[in-house]
């Protein structure tokens, strides 16, 4: 827990209708301040506490009107990692990989490098490992010395790597 950590009423009822209530008043400002940095954010916030309230799916909707009002911008790159985080949560891997793929492209994206290792982790969980492979090779060319999951760096090495013939190599041994 850090100091910013979010705390809920005891009350499940109480809580239940706060995050009413806020979903209502970050949709009322997402209206009022359409198409402006702070519409996007409120329509980012209510995409939060809507995914709390009905699940990841049930935001998506919200999340998607975000990313097209921030058209562009950083934000939208951030739209396209929670729209990718929600397609991930309902096994859409494809997919969730174009939105992280989506998010990389943003150059001035904070979590840019992030997203693209979580484009070609997709991908492969998808079974596109071409996609995957090329992606990692950008990731590699781009930032050499970016840290990842060493589970993940195995991973996507390991589609990177040339196939062995094994049937050759077993017919050398024969000889």
Request: aromatic share 6%; net charge negative.
């Amino acid at each position: 827990m850090g100091v910013f950590a979010e705390t809920e009423p005891a009350n499940p009822e109480v809580a239940q209708k706060l995050k009413e209530e806020y979903l209502a008043k970050f949709l009322e400002a997402a209206d009022e301040y359409s198409n402006s940095i702070a519409g996007v954010q409120a329509l980012l916030e209510a995409a939060s506490i809507k995914a709390e309230l009905e699940g990841p799916t049930q935001a998506m909707e919200l999340l998607r009107k975000a990313k097209a009002a921030a058209r562009g911008t950083d934000l939208a790159a951030l739209a396209s990692m929670r729209i990718a985080g929600a397609l991930e949560l309902s096994d859409d891997f494809a997919g969730a990989a174009q939105e992280y793929e989506e998010a990389a492209n943003h150059e001035d994206f904070p979590g840019r490098l992030p997203a693209m290792v979580e484009a070609a982790r997709c991908y492969a969980a998808a079974g596109d490992d071409q996609r995957a492979s090329a992606l990692f090779a950008r990731l590699e060319s781009e930032a050499p010395d970016f840290a990842m999951p060493p589970h993940v760096r195995n991973q996507l090495s390991a589609l990177s790597a040339e196939p062995v013939n094994t049937a050759a190599a077993e017919s050398e041994e024969s000889e």
